[in-house]
């Protein structure tokens, strides 16, 4: 899809009154507007794996796409580090047969390449209705969830903001390489933030179509960041 068929796509399904983009739009729309995501292909119900995952290359991932599951893991619906096109068949019919005694329908399947492995941070914003919208940073798992350790600027915010976000998280210094990990570049996820969150970034020129995004993880390794998850929460409808 043309980036212009992709805020069609966007304000279509917002007119429908869905809840959410699915994953795979949701990362189409990121990569628009240059956040990188893992090479992906989506698939139905009785497509030849093999031919699918050609020119994808391993290790892999396999991830359910259905319009009834917020978080994929709660579920068992995202397998990670698979080898080949038949161990994708038989972890698709373990997850199918384990949603399925749950009464959930998978729409798709999502099969994309693993991101080297790195530091899990989560990028996004909300559209507040007093301030607008609103760019946020924060390092994923307990940082986020438990210490509520996040940054928030208004936007539109240009580089040095963005930098000072990363500088305020109380988890900033894991950026440096703290806890034996490798250090990470912080230049390149404000680069992600600036596209987040600058002039004609992601949420000014979606603010009209949507309410929030959350992508939970962006995982960075060395200069590079890709964006593994994202959730387009869409405008509610009065
Ligand atoms: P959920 O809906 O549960 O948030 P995610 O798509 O975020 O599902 O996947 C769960 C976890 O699996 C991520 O936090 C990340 O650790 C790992 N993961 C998902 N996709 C990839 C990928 N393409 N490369 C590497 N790790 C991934
Ligand atoms: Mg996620």
């Known amino acids: 899809m043309s980036d212009a068929s992709l805020r069609v796509a966007l304000k279509f399904a917002n007119s429908k009154g869905l809840e959410a983009l699915d994953e795979p739009t949701g990362k189409a729309l990121l990569a628009s507007f240059g956040i990188r995501v893992p090479a992906f292909r989506v698939i139905q119900d009785g497509e030849d794996m093999a031919s699918i995952v050609r020119d994808l290359r391993s290790p892999y991932v396999l991830k359910v796409v259905s319009s009834q599951i917020v978080h994929k893991s709660d579920f068992g619906a995202v397998k990670v580090g698979l080898k080949d096109a038949s161990q994708i068949a038989e972890c698709m019919e373990a997850i199918r047969a384990s949603l399925g005694s749950k009464g959930i329908r998978a729409d798709r399947w999502l099969i994309e ?17 007093e301030f607008g919208p609103m760019v946020m940073a924060g390092i994923g798992g307990i940082f986020v969830e438990v210490m509520g350790d996040v940054a928030f600027r208004i936007c539109p915010i240009d580089r040095v903001d963005a930098l000072e976000m990363l500088t305020e998280l109380r988890a900033s210094s894991l950026f440096r390489g703290a806890r034996g990990r490798d250090p990470v570049s912080v230049e390149c996820i404000a680069d992600v933030l600036l ?23 962006l995982i960075v390794a060395g200069n590079s960041a890709i964006a593994v998850d994202a959730r387009f929460i869409l405008r509610k409808r009065a």
């Open 195 to 217: 596209k987040i969150g600058g002039d004609g970034g992601v949420l000014m020129t979606c603010m009209d179509d949507m309410d929030e995004l959350d992508v939970n993880p």
């Open 113 to 129: 390449e693993m991101a080297p492995a790195g530091l899990e941070c989560v990028v996004g914003g909300v559209i507040d209705p």
